[in-house]
């Protein structure tokens, strides 16, 4: 196949692929295994020494959407750094709070099945029993974690107490979802951790209907490279022309299915 061909054959299935409907992505409405996902710890209760980070994050299905989609809608509190308060100090904790609000963002499907079964981890140590020291305002206890819909706890008396093991697995899903999914290659754009016609379809979705835009790609690539040698593309820049268009829908498509060149590497050092 000459080169003209092949490229107006790729043309033609990034028009197919863009023409097709959204569901195409991720194969249909398949049953869901949870609707919502909320987790709220009030730095009101001051903070857990163990954790050093409050989160406030709900996800909840977006109505309507085929596919499923999550949003994301997180906030994070850390102690600022205002002298030398101690942030438990239940009468001056609001003024020695940072609070940073994400934008809300769709969770990829990578992170949704991490959300699922680390749920279902810290659901299993949910210990439904009295909590004996309930006078005491215990910041390592989960205030509110509510998932499909099943509250586990109210308060720090609730009766159904998440131990801080549990509330531990919560904070690293949580810190995972803060920094978002990361492709350890350049063309992963929807950062599943493979390269694939998802990606492509990813990228056109982006580009062309207002879709997710790519998942960044991990810093730690190119660990020994001085930065002024460092050279990085973007992900998703898959010919690396420093810009992301259908061209590299393309680029990417010829190397899946033509034996094309693969995308340029996410970063390269260019030290001799
Ligand atoms: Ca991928
Ligand atoms: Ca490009």
């Not at 709900?58 to 994070?76: H, N, T, Y």
């Amino acid at each position: 196949m000459n080169g003209t061909v092949r490229n107006a054959s790729l043309l033609v299935l990034a028009a197919t692929l863009l023409s097709s409907p959204r569901a195409h992505a991720s194969g249909g409405c398949d049953p869901l295994p949870f609707g919502s996902f909320v987790y709220s710890q009030e730095p009101a209760f001051g903070f857990c020494p163990e954790l050093g980070a409050v989160y406030r994050a709900q996800i909840a299905l977006k109505d309507g959407a085929c596919p499923a989609e999550f949003i994301l809608e997180m906030s994070v509190l850390e102690e600022g750094t205002r002298g030398v308060d101690p942030c438990l100090d239940l009468h001056s904790v609001v003024d020695c709070v940072k609070e940073t609000v994400l934008p809300p963002r769709v969770l990829t499907d990578v992170e949704v099945s991490d959300l699922f079964s680390t749920s279902t981890a810290a659901w299993g140590l949910i210990r439904d029993e009295p909590d004996p020291n309930c006078e005491a305002i215990d910041p390592c206890v989960v205030q509110v974690f509510d998932w499909g819909g099943i509250r586990a706890s109210d308060g720090p008396c609730d009766t159904a107490r998440l131990p801080l093991e549990g509330v531990e697995i919560l904070t690293d899903l949580l810190e995972r979802l803060r920094r978002g999914p990361l492709a350890a290659e350049n063309g992963d754009t929807n950062g599943d951790g493979a390269r694939d016609l998802s990606d492509a379809v990813y990228l056109l979705d982006w580009l062309f209907r207002g879709g997710p835009r790519p998942v960044g790609t991990r810093s730690s690539l190119c660990p020994d490279c001085p930065p002024e040698h460092l050279v990085t593309v973007q992900n998703g820049d898959s010919n690396g022309d420093g810009a992301r268009d259908l061209s590299d829908a393309v680029y990417l498509l010829s190397w899946l299915f033509l034996a094309g060149s693969e995308p340029v590497p996410a970063c390269s050092c260019s030290r001799p």
